[in-house]
């Protein structure tokens, strides 16, 4: 599975972005979805992930009331709505797939089977 993640882009402290992750050639319905960040020199952290039929969710306590996943009912895309930037949000970040897993493990990286090229969110203050 190749995953697309898109959308990112440069944003001033407090404004927003959609991130969207596509595959090509196939659906990610049959997958958790999750989305990591990386900023420069620092390990790569969770964001969030959603279930395969879009009723589950969890996030990081750093995102939580401000980020929002999502997925598609065709299971094609999967969403990341960023609201309230803060500077501290800036990164890399990256949609993964993962085999169906308890929701509640989804923030481990190493649960994910496929990982997307990364789209660059730069927030100024």
């Known amino acids: 599975v190749q995953l697309q993640a898109s959308g990112g882009g440069l944003v001033q402290a407090g404004g927003s972005l959609r991130l969207s992750c596509a595959a090509s050639r196939r659906t990610l319905g049959a997958f958790i979805m999750g989305w990591f960040r990386q900023a420069p020199g620092k390990e790569r952290e969770f964001v969030a992930a959603i279930n395969r039929s879009g009723t589950s969710t969890v996030y990081a306590e750093s995102v939580k009331g401000r980020f929002a996943i999502s997925r598609d009912s065709a299971g094609d895309t999967v969403y990341l709505q960023m609201n309230n930037l803060k500077a501290e949000d800036m990164a890399v970040y990256y949609c993964?797939?993962?085999?169906?897993?308890?929701?509640?493990?989804?923030?481990?990286?190493?649960?994910?089977?496929?990982w997307g090229q990364g789209t660059l969110v730069t927030v100024s203050s």
């Open positions: 993964a797939a993962a085999r169906p897993l308890f929701i509640g493990n989804a923030g481990d990286g190493r649960k994910y089977e496929y």
